[in-house]
C-alpha cells in the first residue's frame, strides 16, 4: 500500500472518511488485515463502546464495522452507546 494512502487512513478527521478511505482499498491480493493495522485505527470520540469486538472505530453517534470486504457506518444505540449488534438490554 502507497504510504500515501497510510498517511490518509491514519489522518482520517471523521469517520465517514475514514470508511471512505477502507472501501478504496484493494483487497484483491491481499487481505486487508495484511495491509494494515485494524486494531491501530483512529476513533473519534472519547466514548469508547464497552464490547468492540468487530467494532473498529467509532464517534459519538455511529460505530464502523466490516461485512466482507465492505465498511459499514451504522448508529449506535442511543440508549447504552454500544453497537446495535452488541446490545442486549430490552427497548
Ligand atoms: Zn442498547
Not at 5 to 21: C, E, H, M
Not at 43 to 54: A, G, K, Q, R, V
Not at 68 to 75: A, K, Q, V
Request: proline share 3%.
Amino acid at each position: 500500500m502507497s504510504s500515501a494512502i497510510q498517511r490518509d487512513l491514519y489522518g482520517s478527521k471523521t469517520l465517514k472518511n475514514l470508511a471512505s478511505i477502507l472501501n478504496m482499498i484493494n483487497t484483491s491480493e491481499n487481505k486487508i488485515e495484511e495491509i494494515i493495522k485494524l486494531d491501530e485505527l483512529p476513533t473519534f470520540s472519547d466514548n469508547e463502546p464497552n464490547n468492540t469486538l468487530e467494532v473498529f472505530s467509532w464517534d459519538y453517534t455511529n460505530i464502523l464495522y466490516q461485512a466482507g470486504d465492505e465498511w459499514i457506518i451504522d448508529p449506535r444505540c442511543k440508549t447504552c452507546g454500544e453497537a446495535m449488534f452488541h446490545c442486549t438490554h430490552e427497548n
